[in-house]
């Protein structure tokens, strides 16, 4: 039987548990850059919750992206001084921590938020070496890996996308030619780092010549061959359907129920079939029987949840130790809108769920 508190391994790495905490792009670092007193408590009490793996909230790649007003950027002359104490603090706990790296928007002078089909070849060669030089900085600052974002919306999510993606030179039309840009920074950030490499992946896009199932699965191998060590399984739009309605998985259901309520069990089952890395099953739970249940009644193996822990960064403690735990997170999405990592649901209303 497996457990969400089991202490495992998480390719070189050794857990405390299966939860992985995963972030968004919400922010609480100050107009200056810097983070605050806040955030260092967050991430120490998320540590010393129980969790298996941290992952941080979105770390923008430019500081004028979409939401670099709510992310921290590798830009910033700070970067690695912070993030250092942030790492060193987690660490303590013998939890280990991961960057999440990526961008929405690529903006050129006065071209902006540029389609994919328009970027040139040095456009191509100044993201990856952007991402590269980012990469080296999170190495420095002492995490233990990056997550780059390949799921939901993001820029590169938009390359390997047959939907978005219309070029017709070596970086469009074929699977590998759409992720080329993917797999030559890795091959670098291989060679100049010791970073943990996991990457953030829809399971399937939602409009019609998107990603299906079967081109996630070519994808995840392609990953795996060229030296990706962990995967993340996601959705476009992912918050916005795990809502409210979403929220429970009652433990008498069936394996089958549990699939049809969450389409990411049976996708990430898929892919976990086609690859020898961790797979990490992203989205949609939040309570302790759920979770055990989904454990056992698939071959899911790590879930991830990032909401639950901005309702209260500490519930794992209570579900050790009282057992049939459940988030006070409703998933009301409002943290998410919101942009700031608050919960902003007021808890006398909580109680009434």
């Not at 790649?61 to 690695?80: C, E, G, I, M, N």
């Not at 997550?147 to 996308?161: E, H, K, P």
């Not at 050790?320 to 808890?347: A, D, H, V």
């Amino acid at each position: 039987m497996k457990d969400l508190f089991d202490y495992c391994k998480f390719g070189d790495l050794n857990l405390n548990s299966r939860i992985i905490r995963t972030g968004l792009w919400e922010s609480e670092r100050e107009s200056s850059g810097n983070l605050t007193p806040e955030i260092y408590n967050r991430y120490e009490n998320i540590a010393a919750s129980g969790v298996g793996l941290i992952i941080t909230e979105l770390i923008s790649l430019y500081p004028r992206d979409a939401f670099s007003k709510y992310s921290h950027t590798p830009h910033f002359k700070r970067f690695v001084r912070e993030f250092k104490d942030l790492t060193d603090l987690v660490h303590v706990y013998d939890v280990p921590i991961f960057a999440q790296l990526g961008f929405v928007q690529f903006n050129k002078h006065a071209e902006q938020n540029m389609r994919v089909e328009d970027l040139s070849i040095e456009d191509i060669r100044k993201i990856q070496t952007d991402f590269i030089i980012a990469c080296q900085k999170i190495d420095y600052a002492g995490f233990d890996g990056v997550q780059i974002a390949l799921g939901n919306y993001y820029f590169l999510t938009r390359f390997i996308s047959p939907y978005f993606n219309k070029r017709e030179d070596k970086y469009g039309g074929s699977t590998v030619n759409r992720l080329r840009i993917v797999l030559e920074m890795i091959k670098v950030i291989k060679q100049n780092t010791k970073l943990h490499i996991n990457v953030r992946l829809n399971a399937f896009e939602i409009q019609s010549g998107g990603m299906t199932i079967d081109d996630t699965i070519e994808i995840a191998k392609l990953l795996e061959k060229h030296g990706v060590d962990s995967l993340q399984i996601t959705r476009p739009r992912s918050p916005q359907f795990f809502s409210k309605d979403n929220d429970r998985t009652p433990s008498e259901f069936t394996s089958r129920e549990i699939k049809k309520k969450n389409p990411l069990i049976e996708e990430s089952e898929k892919i976990m079939e086609n690859v020898n890395i961790p797979v990490i099953m992203g989205g949609g739970v939040n309570n302790q029987n759920q979770i055990n249940n989904i454990l056992n009644k698939s071959k899911i193996e790590f879930i991830s949840m990032q909401r639950p822990f901005v309702a209260d960064p500490t519930f794992l403690v209570e579900w050790e130790l009282k057992g049939n735990g459940q988030s006070k997170c409703i998933m009301c999405n409002n943290c998410y809108w919101k942009k700031t990592s608050t919960c902003f649901f007021p808890r006398s209303c909580k109680d009434k769920f």
